[in-house]
């Protein structure tokens, strides 16, 4: 094991354990004033009836931290601050570097991980509202998946329901080759607009639209066809979309809400079997417990609606059932924006009523704010439109492009093409990623694509910066060599270097990615002051080893880091 914070809370909670006669949380954390702090014993004094400072000498004199711990002292309140020795630093950091895993272990109990995310509907483009599920579900992904988790991608595509009647009959008024070549080029909105206009202005049309709902949903062959020839068009250009984005979703992993229709009739069934089901106006509704409008009534989950059909809830319910009890997942994810959440809460809560949401399984909403731009209001095209998001992706490798031309004009037109690329791309999802998720952020260009700061491209020149070193030395780095830490800017590194896996394990469990971020622009910084402090090419013997290695090991960590949030990292730039 070579996360530090986890070693001393080990260690650490033992100690407590034995003074308190209980399991303890010894809140082992970094510092400004040591290495790392441990504020366990504040929380034990009332329970104790001790004061503070004597139970933190006491959990330290139990405490076997000698082969770790240089100094360990006792400050204010009760607080016990820890430094580190350097050789045990040093063994930590070699032992990293021998770790194809760099320090961080697969998942001890590995889970089958469902994670709902992206979600576009059939016949409308994608557009920046789809950006922030697509890039944090996939940044999960790519996450649990390394750590082990049986992860299942599900890309809930809006495949169903009334709108598809107009769609279907468009289709028809313009001929299925034409509608096939004008859906497969892309403009799937100004299709969705035109079927709507006649939808609007022709009530023959509307008429026909309604009527082959009807047929849509009975399961007449024709029409299902038709429909068909929609949602496959549809589906190669947000394949088209994700391939630009670099994400992981492919189209076996497309499950839309049609994908449900011969689950949905059961679903009533069992609910109505379990007593969950209540008449409301001509319509079938879970009302579950806890949730009440205003008025102080309870709210409902329209299970079938008045006329027959389906209401979301319905689908939504038929999805958990499946997942839970067919799929045997424990951890569902729904990566979907803040605005859903008491819906998805309601629905959380009827499953659990239902017993197919019960322990180990459990769902989270992975909620998320808008995208702003510049002037603080959702961002939108200069002609007020909601910004497709493959127009955005083409400005920012098609900006990135002009930066890194102007950086190194030395690169081949093939070598800055695909470095604009990565750069482009990363920074979109890097400015995703690096804010909390809960929050709006906003959209600045120049801001994100710079190559300072708290930016994607700022790390990933930091690991083209390292790989020069390689080049220009014409060096390979020993991953076996012994670590040296014969300077604070050595030790520095090295302490942020033994923090990767705690980060990670952190955003494994909380799906927030800006503490991930955080952790690697500290590493970056950490680094540039090693350089800047610490010759490499230059220094001699043991000493020259040992900062090859801690370069090769923090490129590596770079790396990897931004492959956990979908980021490439390009070896020159």
């Not at 062959?221 to 949602?231: A, G, H």
């Not at 510049?374 to 083409?394: H, P, Q, Y």
């Amino acid at each position: 094991m070579t996360d530090l914070e986890s070693l001393l809370n080990d260690r650490l909670a033992a100690a407590f354990a034995a003074v308190a006669g209980e399991p303890v949380d010894p809140v082992v954390r970094r510092s400004q004033h040591a290495d790392f702090q441990a504020d366990g014993a504040l929380p034990l004094a009332r329970r104790l009836g001790r004061a503070p400072r004597d139970i933190a000498a006491d959990a330290l004199g139990r405490a076997d931290l000698a082969d770790l711990v240089a100094t360990a002292e006792i400050s204010g309140p009760g607080f016990i601050n820890l430094k580190l020795r350097d050789d045990a630093l040093a063994g930590l950091v070699g032992a990293m570097s021998g770790d194809e895993r760099l320090g961080v272990p697969p998942a001890a109990a590995p889970e089958t991980v469902i994670i709902d995310y992206s979600a576009p509907n059939v016949a409308k483009e994608m557009h920046v509202g789809h950006l922030r599920s697509t890039v944090i579900g996939d940044a999960a992904a790519r996450t649990l998946d390394w750590l082990g988790h049986d992860i299942r991608r599900a890309n809930h595509v809006g495949d169903w329901g009334t709108p598809f009647g107009m769609l279907i009959e468009h289709l028809l008024d313009l001929g299925e080759t034409e509608a096939a070549h004008e859906l497969s080029v892309g403009d799937l909105n100004g299709f969705y607009r035109a079927a709507r206009v006649k939808f609007d202005a022709d009530p023959a049309f509307a008429e026909r639209s309604r009527l082959r709902v009807v047929a849509l949903q009975s399961g007449d062959p024709t029409t299902l066809r038709l429909w068909r020839l929609l949602v496959d068009e549809s589906e190669k250009y947000f394949l088209a979309v994700y391939d630009k984005l670099g994400v992981t979703l492919t189209a076996e992993h497309f499950f839309g809400e049609s994908y449900y229709n011969d689950l949905l009739a059961p679903v009533v069934d069992a609910l109505d079997g379990l007593g969950l089901l209540r008449e409301s106006d001509g319509a079938l509704c879970v009302f579950p417990r806890g949730f009440t409008g205003r008025d102080g009534e309870p709210m409902p989950i329209i299970v079938r609606k008045r006329d027959g059909g389906y209401g979301y809830g319905a689908t939504d319910l038929a999805a958990i059932r499946h997942r839970t009890q067919d799929l045997k997942a424990t951890r569902l994810l729904y990566v979907v924006g803040s605005p859903q959440h008491q819906h998805l809460e309601m629905v959380y809560q009827s499953a659990r009523e239902a017993g197919w949401l019960a322990a180990p399984a459990r769902a989270e909403h992975i909620g998320f704010g808008q995208v702003l731009g510049a002037d603080g209001k959702k961002l939108a095209s200069r002609a007020g439109d909601t910004v497709k998001l493959v127009d955005l992706l083409d400005e920012a490798v098609a900006r990135a492009a002009a930066i890194v031309a102007e950086k190194n004009p030395e690169l081949d037109a093939d070598t800055r093409a695909e470095v604009a690329r990565m750069v482009g791309i990363g920074a979109i999802k890097y400015v995703d990623l690096s804010s909390d998720r809960i929050k709006d952020y906003s959209f600045h260009w120049d801001r994100m694509l710079s190559f300072s700061g708290d930016t994607g491209a700022y790390l990933q020149y930091t690991h083209a910066r390292i790989n020069s070193i390689f080049r220009r030395g014409a060096v390979s780095p020993d991953r076996a060599a012994a670590v040296l830490l014969g300077s604070p800017a050595e030790r520095a590194l090295a302490m942020e270097l033994l923090g990767f896996a705690a980060v990670v394990a952190d955003a494994a469990e909380t799906l927030q990615f800006h503490r991930l971020t955080g952790y690697l622009q500290n590493l970056a910084g950490a680094y540039t002051a090693f350089y800047d402090n610490c010759p490499v090419l230059k220094a001699e013997g043991a000493v020259r080893e040992s900062r090859l290695l801690l370069c090769d090991l923090t490129a590596r960590v770079i790396a990897q880091g931004l492959a956990l949030l979908g980021i490439e990292a390009p070896e020159r730039m």
